[in-house]
C-alpha cells in the first residue's frame, strides 16, 4: 500500500467519524475522532487477545506505511501554523505582547524545570535510575504547549479576548523557544556536547530570531505577489506557496519553520488581507483555510488516537503514564501563576484566566513527534528491554490523551464562568 493510499484511507477514517459525531454525538470534531481512533486500537488489541491477531498486524502496517514524525514536523505542520497564523488579529496580539513573551519563554522554562526535576525525585523514591538529563527532556518535550491541539479544541469556543489571544499567542511562539531547550538537553543526553552560554544563544538567534525574520519576509514577499494580481484563483494559490515552499525552504536555511509560518500567516491574515485580496477573494480565504485545517487536523489526530497500536506497554511505563499527568498539570498551574505574579501589577484579569490557561494548555502530536525523535537503546530496565525512548514515549502518550479527551472536552465551563464574569463588568 502507497502513502498515498493510505493517507486516502485515513483521510476517508476521520472524515467517517466526523460525520457520525455530527449526527450523533455533537462532541468537538477533533477530539471526537481522537476518541474514535482510541476506540477503534482499543477493540483492535482486544481482538487479538482472542486470536484476530492478523487485523492488528494489518493495522499496524497501514500505520508503518506513514511516518508520524516526518508526516507532522515535515508535512502538514505548516500547514497548520499558516492556518493559525492567519486568524490571530494583530492588534489583539500587540495588547498582550508583553503577556505572550512571558509565556511563552518564561512559563515554558519553569514548567521543563519542575517537570524534569520532579520526575527525578519521583524516580528515586521509586529507586528506578532514571537520569536527570532525561527527566530535563520529557519537560522541555511536554511543556511548549501545542499550537494545533490549542487551536482546533479552544480557539472556537469563543473565551473573553484577552485570555484568547494569550492562550492562541503562547501557544503559536512558545514552540521557538522550547526548541532550543529541547536540542540543548538532546544534545547532552546523546551527543555529550557541553552546552555554553554562546551555543545556546546562537542556537536561540539561529532558530528563534532567524524563523520570525525569515517568516517577516516570507509574508511580505507574498503579500507584494498577491498584492500584483485581480485573480481570485491565483491569490489563493499564491497563499500555499508560503505553508508548502516557504516551510520547506525554512529547513534549508536551518531556521524555525513553525515561527515563520505563524509570523507569514499574521503578516497575510492582517495586511494582505485587508490591502491586497480582492473583495471576492478575501470571502473565500477562510473558507479555503478552514477546510484545508479541518482536514488536515482530521488526519493527525487519527493517527495520534491510532499510534497506540505502534506501542508495546509494560507494568513499568503504566506507572510512569500515571505519574506523569499529574505531574504536568501541576507544573502547568505553577508556570502560569508565577508569570502572571509580574502581570497582575499593571492590568486587571480576568479572575478564571490563570485556571483557563492551565487547563486549557494542550499538548498534540508536537510532542509526540519529539518523543519520537528520541534514539532508541538506552536502557533503564534491561531485564525487560525499556529504553528512555519507551519511556518518554508513553508519559507523552499518556499526557497527550488526556489533554485532548480530558481537559480538551472538559474546558467549556470555565471559559463559561469567564464569559459571564466578563459580561458583568
Not at 93 to 117: H, M, N, P, Y
Not at 146 to 169: F, M
Request: with cysteine.
Amino acid at each position: 500500500m502507497t502513502v498515498y493510499t493510505t493517507l486516502c484511507f485515513l483521510g476517508a477514517m476521520a472524515i467517517s467519524i466526523a460525520y457520525l459525531n455530527s449526527k450523533i454525538g455533537k462532541m468537538q470534531s477533533t477530539i471526537a475522532i481522537t476518541a474514535g481512533a482510541l476506540i477503534i486500537s482499543l477493540l483492535i488489541i482486544i481482538l487479538g487477545q482472542f486470536g484476530f491477531s492478523p487485523l492488528k498486524q494489518a493495522a499496524s502496517h497501514l500505520l508503518d506505511n506513514v511516518d508520524f514524525k516526518s508526516f507532522l514536523l515535515d508535512g502538514v505542520l505548516g500547514f497548520l501554523l499558516f492556518a493559525g497564523g492567519l486568524g490571530i488579529k494583530l492588534d489583539n496580539l500587540k495588547d498582550q505582547r508583553w503577556e505572550i513573551c512571558i509565556l511563552a519563554i518564561v512559563a515554558t522554562l519553569i514548567s521543563t524545570c519542575v517537570v524534569g526535576f520532579g520526575l527525578y525525585y519521583i524516580c528515586q523514591l521509586w529507586n528506578v535510575e532514571f537520569g536527570l538529563i532525561y527527566c530535563l527532556l520529557f519537560g522541555a518535550l511536554i511543556s511548549p504547549t501545542d499550537p494545533i491541539a490549542v487551536l482546533a479544541i479552544v480557539k472556537n469556543l469563543e473565551a473573553p479576548k484577552r485570555i484568547s489571544t494569550q492562550i492562541e499567542g503562547e501557544s503559536l511562539f512558545n514552540d521557538g523557544f522550547g526548541l532550543v531547550i529541547f536540542v540543548t538537553l538532546y544534545s547532552i543526553a546523546f551527543l555529550g556536547t557541553e552546552p555554553t552560554v554562546a551555543s545556546i544563544t546562537e542556537l536561540f538567534v539561529h532558530e528563534a530570531i532567524g524563523g520570525i525574520v525569515y517568516g517577516a519576509l516570507l509574508g511580505l514577499v507574498f503579500h507584494y505577489l498577491i498584492s500584483s494580481t485581480n485573480d481570485h484563483s491565483m491569490e489563493l494559490l499564491l497563499t500555499i506557496g508560503i505553508p508548502s515552499a516557504g516551510y520547506v525552504f525554512a529547513s534549508v536555511i536551518e531556521v524555525s519553520g513553525p515561527l515563520a509560518m505563524v509570523v507569514s500567516g499574521i503578516i497575510i491574515g492582517n495586511v494582505t488581507r485587508i490591502k491586497g485580496f480582492s473583495e471576492e477573494s478575501k470571502q473565500l480565504l477562510d473558507h479555503f483555510w478552514e477546510l484545508i485545517d479541518e482536514f488536515l487536523n482530521g488526519i493527525l489526530f487519527l493517527l495520534i488516537g491510532l499510534s497506540m497500536l505502534q506501542f508495546t506497554f509494560h507494568s513499568e511505563d503504566w506507572i510512569l503514564m500515571v505519574i506523569a499527568v499529574p505531574l504536568v498539570l501541576i507544573a502547568r498551574y505553577l508556570s502560569v501563576k508565577l508569570c502572571y505574579f509580574s502581570f497582575k501589577p499593571f492590568r486587571r484579569y480576568n479572575p478564571y484566566s490563570i485556571s483557563i490557561l492551565s487547563w486549557g494548555g494542550l499538548r498534540g502530536g508536537l510532542a509526540l513527534a519529539m518523543a519520537m525523535s528520541i534514539p532508541a537503546g538506552v536502557m533503564v530496565f534491561p531485564e525487560k528491554q525499556i529504553d528512555v525512548r519507551e519511556i518518554l514515549l508513553v508519559m507523552t502518550y499518556a499526557v497527550v490523551f488526556f489533554s485532548i479527551l480530558v481537559q480538551g472536552s472538559s474546558i467549556v465551563p470555565l471559559i463559561n464562568k469567564a464569559k459571564a464574569w466578563q459580561e458583568q463588568q
